[in-house]
């Protein structure tokens, strides 16, 4: 039978208790940020193995439920993290929609569903899930139509969630920002299925530089070029980088 390990406990003197608890009191916010970074990295570390695996053929996609450990926050801590290095090491993801499920969304005073598929339809290992045009203004307090909401949430499922990435064409920033909002954070109006439902989606703008680099320049200047002259691109490209937390 194995000998049980002894370990000698060094004894504290009440002023050496005293100092540590006062250090610890002090620096109790660097204690529970470090706690926090720690556990943040190791299911950092978790999900990239799993996207190792998913590479190799070993696992279809990443359920996130297994994850965040019962706090939904994580995957967005996680999306962040992983944001955050990429920042860090200067890596772009130059092709975000390579390899994609693609859901467009059009508007009808912007880009339309129509004209963002013949783009997509352009760009190598995408395939398109579905394209509907909306109308922002006409729908309820500016939300996502619930029936999209529903196909997103169906095709997110169908999926998993690292695989699908959502195209808008809305003609406003904040229009765009809303939709953006709706398919990561939830339905921010509370109208439709996504409400409370945190998907953590890819979602870009069509006039966004990093898809509009993946598209044939020819199709894009037919498809969209002179909507993009009307449209504020600068602030559209803002508010998507504002809630991809970029």
């Known amino acids: 039978m194995a000998r049980k390990l002894k370990v000698k406990k060094p004894k504290l003197s009440a002023e050496e208790k005293k100092i540590i608890e006062e250090t610890i009191e002090e620096n109790y916010s660097y204690y529970l940020l470090n706690y926090a970074l720690h556990t943040v990295m190791k299911v950092f570390m978790t999900e990239f193995k799993i996207k190792r695996q998913i590479e190799k053929g070993k696992v279809d996609h990443i359920n ?6 019962g706090f939904p926050e994580w995957s967005d801590i996680i999306n962040r993290t992983d944001r955050a290095l990429e920042r860090l090491f200067n890596i772009e993801d130059k092709e975000p929609l390579k390899n994609k499920k693609v859901i467009i969304i059009g508007d009808r005073d912007g880009i339309p569903g129509l004209a963002i598929e013949e783009c997509v339809k ?13 109308c922002f203004v006409w729908t309820a307090a500016g939300a996502m139509d619930l029936e999209n909401q529903k196909r997103v949430k169906e095709a997110a499922e169908k999926y998993g969630n690292e695989n699908v990435a959502v195209l ?4 406003e920033a904040e229009a765009a920002g809303l939709a ?19 998907l953590h989606l890819a979602v870009y703008h069509i006039v966004e530089e990093e898809v509009k680099s993946q598209v044939d320049p020819a199709v894009y200047e037919e498809q969209v070029g002179m909507m993009e002259m009307v449209l504020d691109v600068d602030a559209i ?4 980088k504002d809630v991809r937390g970029e």
């Open 237 to 240: 490209s803002e508010e998507m």
């Open 64 to 69: 996130y439920m297994l994850l965040d450990y």
């Open 180 to 198: 953006a909002e709706t398919v990561t954070v939830g339905d921010p109006t509370f109208a439709g299925p996504l409400a409370g439902v945190e």
């Open 122 to 134: 352009t760009i190598e290992g995408t395939e398109i899930v579905f394209a509907s045009t909306e």
């Open 168 to 171: 808008l064409g809305a003609s």
